[in-house]
């Protein structure tokens, strides 16, 4: 039976300050008047019927899951304990379905994704699908625009059939220099969509994560009873915050690379938008009240009134109680900033 699971409990800190440690970027509505949580949810339900999607996300969000999917089943929510990165909530929505079906092939759809020509979207999953059926680890490689470090890459090695390949190389968020090398090296994006046997996935994982497959099947064995809870804020204490691109991705000899032809951003800082919003004349991205004069270029977004005059290459961010003023050459450094932050209890309310 095919099933699907949505990411929704990343911390989405590049898109500070709009997204917060409380109410992170799969919850805003920046595009239109819906959360990009709602947009893949929508997404999804097209191809899997809604009794089979399941999400992951952390047990301090449920609130917002209420009010924005409030017709997703309780039942469909996997509450994690602590954010210990993907690996861990792949694993964790791996052993709920496993329970409740031992021949599942599942999808893994992060929430924060924008994507386009839905109609081609759901044809690449589809087929997807059916070739997780025949134990591959299947992902999903988009033909790059541009040179993005904000990315993944993936060398495409030996065609297995039309549009599927083995992979050969992962290249995880290079800088300018060699993410232009890879694009002109034919290298793919890595959407970081996912679909496998649940089955095939705990294998890979027991074969390169031990621990963690260990960790996993003791909480595998507590669903559904009373130790649940326990065994999982115990298991969730003893993991290392890794990606399962890192962990199991780069490393199994089952992965095959379908090339897909649907739009695609990962929505990952705030040049993002440049791609996704119309832009003004003089190439400004605008979501607020705004004047501007010899403004070129810039990314400003705030619930005040706003006068630019005279910036070029600027983002402006402003909310209620913070204000990002950043130059774009200056944005891989936001996430930086947010994590020294972290580490100051003056500035922590700022989250």
Same mark, same amino acid.
């Given at each position: 039976?095919?099933?699907?699971?949505?990411?929704?409990?990343?911390?989405?800190?590049?898109?500070?300050?709009?997204?917060?440690?409380?109410?992170?970027?799969?919850?805003?509505?920046?595009?239109?008047?819906?959360?990009?949580?709602?947009?893949?949810?929508?997404?999804?339900?097209?191809?899997?019927?809604?009794?089979?999607?399941?999400?992951?996300?952390?047990?301090?969000?449920?609130?917002?899951?209420?009010?924005?999917?409030?017709?997703?089943?309780? =039942?469909?929510?996997?509450?994690?304990?602590?954010?210990?990165?993907?690996?861990?909530?792949?694993?964790?929505?791996?052993?709920?379905?496993? @329970?409740?079906?031992?021949?599942?092939?599942?999808?893994?759809?992060?929430?924060?994704?924008?994507?386009?020509?839905?109609?081609?979207?759901?044809?690449?999953?589809?087929?997807?699908?059916?070739?997780?059926?025949?134990?591959?680890?299947?992902?999903?490689?988009?033909?790059?625009?541009?040179?993005?470090?904000?990315?993944?890459?993936?060398?495409?090695?030996?065609?297995?059939?039309?549009?599927?390949?083995?992979?050969?190389?992962?290249?995880?968020?290079?800088?300018?220099?060699?993410?232009?090398?890879?694009?002109?090296?034919?290298?793919?994006?890595?959407?970081? +969509?996912?679909?496998?046997?649940?089955?095939?996935?705990?294998?890979?994982?027991?074969?390169?994560?031990?621990?963690?497959?260990?960790?996993?099947?003791?909480?595998?064995?507590?669903?559904?009873?009373?130790?649940?809870?326990? =065994?999982?804020?115990?298991?969730?204490?003893?993991?290392? @915050?890794?990606?399962?691109?890192?962990?199991?991705?780069?490393?199994?000899?089952?992965?095959?690379?379908?090339?897909?032809?649907?739009?695609?951003?990962?929505?990952?800082?705030?040049?993002?938008?440049?791609?996704?919003?119309?832009?003004? =004349?003089?190439?400004?991205?605008?979501?607020?009240?705004? +004047?501007?004069?010899?403004?070129?270029?810039?990314?400003?977004?705030?619930?005040?009134?706003?006068?630019?005059?005279?910036?070029?290459?600027?983002?402006?961010?402003?909310?209620?109680?913070?204000?990002?003023?950043?130059?774009?050459?200056?944005?891989? =450094? +936001?996430?930086?900033?947010?994590?020294?932050?972290?580490?100051?209890?003056?500035?922590?309310?700022?989250?």
């Amino acid at each position: 039976m095919d099933w699907a699971c949505i990411l929704s409990g990343g911390a989405g800190v590049r898109l500070w300050p709009k997204s917060r440690k409380t109410f992170p970027k799969q919850f805003l509505q920046i595009i239109g008047d819906k959360s990009f949580l709602e947009m893949t949810y929508d997404r999804v339900k097209r191809i899997i019927p809604p009794e089979k999607i399941h999400i992951v996300t952390h047990i301090n969000y449920r609130e917002h899951f209420r009010m924005l999917l409030p017709n997703v089943m309780v =039942e469909n929510l996997i509450f994690e304990p602590e954010q210990k990165e993907t690996l861990a909530c792949v694993s964790l929505a791996c052993i709920h379905i496993l @329970k409740k079906d031992p021949d599942s092939v599942l999808g893994i759809f992060p929430s924060d994704h924008f994507i386009s020509k839905t109609d081609r979207f759901e044809s690449a999953i589809k087929k997807g699908y059916e070739i997780a059926k025949k134990g591959h680890i299947v992902c999903f490689g988009i033909a790059p625009t541009r040179a993005d470090t904000n990315y993944g890459y993936i060398k495409l090695g030996m065609e297995l059939e039309k549009g599927v390949f083995t992979a050969e190389r992962f290249v995880e968020k290079p800088d300018v220099k060699r993410a232009r090398y890879l694009v002109k090296s034919k290298y793919f994006w890595n959407s970081g +969509i996912y679909i496998f046997k649940a089955s095939v996935f705990l294998k890979e994982l027991k074969r390169y994560m031990p621990y963690c497959y260990d960790v996993f099947m003791r909480i595998f064995s507590s669903i559904s009873t009373d130790s649940y809870i326990d =065994e999982l804020k115990k298991g969730y204490k003893l993991l290392d @915050k890794i990606s399962v691109d890192k962990a199991i991705m780069e490393k199994t000899k089952r992965l095959v690379v379908l090339t897909a032809d649907f739009e695609w951003d990962d929505v990952g800082s705030w040049s993002a938008f440049e791609r996704i919003l119309t832009k003004d =004349e003089n190439g400004n991205v605008i979501k607020a009240e705004a +004047i501007t004069n010899e403004t070129k270029n810039c990314i400003i977004f705030s619930d005040k009134f706003v006068i630019a005059l005279g910036i070029k290459d600027i983002i402006l961010i402003s909310v209620d109680d913070a204000i990002l003023v950043c130059h774009k050459s200056k944005e891989r =450094e +936001i996430k930086e900033i947010i994590q020294t932050i972290a580490l100051n209890e003056k500035y922590k309310k700022y989250l």
